[in-house]
């Protein structure tokens, strides 16, 4: 433990840098290096909380009617337009149920032209008349069910997108209630995550709030649209919602994290060249007195070209940052003009 203290020790001095010769003592030549002063300022002070990219516009299709699946025209990642066919059910009962009622509605239409005759010559009544003509309806009413009920044998795409499932396969039995496949437009993204209730109150709807994406390096700017009215009991979470805009990068399922703003605080910076590591330690170099003197120092995050300084310097003092990783502590430095 001793020897630690005095490594961090001389880690934390200025100590002349000199060598010995037989005719006296001869010192380095000055380095020419180039400076900055270490900063204060404020920083927006933010807490992480992590969420995924989802679709805006997302749908499970499935059939309206029975049947068996007689084709499924869409792969996997296929685009699809809106109203494009995705499946055909195959539905014979239901055709033969059009047959039906288009048979009846042909009976149907004979008994009133029969029926409207009858009454042209007075043979009939009004009321009678009236009876025919009400069943003629109804028949002509059963073919536009049966002819509606026909068109759901065919499935198509509710809006343009990508398909992202497929849940499945010809063959298999159709039924509402069972999804064939899932839809969603990727142009239209949005990353949802839940907030903690500690942090809920920093947060309202418009607000822009920066959002990064895992393996992105350029940070997003996403606008809060939707905050859930209630927790969740198990969670104690509130979902949150944020639009984004329109990225041919981005997938939906990637991870990231939404930066929950919490206030300003105090914080020193200088510039990150200024920082020089040395195994597990961090190391800056302050000049004094045209020597460049070692520090240890503890950084915090990157803000820009500039990084934070949690220990170690204090605000006004000089840093070198061209050339301080080939520097000695206590070695005679000239400061560039």
Do not use: W
């Amino acid at each position: 433990m001793a020897a630690t203290g005095i490594g961090l020790g001389a880690l934390t001095g200025c100590h002349s840098d000199h060598r010995e010769r037989a005719g006296g003592e001869i010192q380095d030549a000055p380095v020419s290096v180039q400076v900055a002063r270490v900063e204060q300022g404020r920083h927006q002070a933010v807490e992480d909380v992590v969420g995924t990219v989802r679709a805006k516009t997302r749908a499970a299709v499935e059939p309206k009617v029975s049947g068996r699946i007689a084709e499924l025209r869409v792969a996997l990642g296929q685009q699809v337009q809106a109203g494009e066919e995705l499946a055909v059910i195959d539905a014979q009962e239901i055709r033969a149920r059009l047959d039906q009622a288009v048979a009846l509605r042909e009976q149907a239409n004979g008994d009133l032209k029969r029926a409207q005759s009858l009454l042209d010559q007075k043979v009939s009544t009004a009321q009678e008349f009236e009876a025919v003509q009400a069943r003629f309806r109804v028949a002509e009413a059963a073919v536009k069910e049966a002819e509606t009920m026909l068109g759901y044998t065919r499935v198509t795409a509710p809006f343009g997108g990508l398909v992202t499932r497929k849940l499945a396969e010809a063959g298999d039995l159709g039924a509402p209630g069972r999804p064939l496949l899932e839809l969603e437009d990727p142009q239209l993204l949005r990353f949802e995550a839940d907030v903690p209730e500690a942090l809920i109150e920093q947060i309202k709807l418009g607000d822009r709030l920066t959002v990064r994406i895992a393996h992105h390096a350029e940070p997003i700017t996403g606008q809060v649209v939707e905050i859930a009215p209630v927790a969740d009991p198990n969670s104690r979470t509130f979902l949150i919602k944020l639009d984004l805009p329109r990225n041919p990068h981005l997938r939906t399922g990637q991870f990231g994290r939404v930066s929950i703003p919490l206030g300003e605080s105090p914080i020193l910076r200088i510039p990150r060249e200024a920082v020089v590591p040395r195994g597990q330690l961090e190391l800056a170099f302050v000049v004094e007195t045209n020597r460049a003197c070692l520090r240890l120092v503890k950084t915090g995050k990157e803000h820009g070209t500039d990084r934070e300084i949690l220990a170690g310097l204090v605000a006004g003092e000089t840093v070198v940052v061209r050339g301080a990783p080939a520097l000695r502590d206590g070695q005679p430095v000239e400061v560039e003009r």
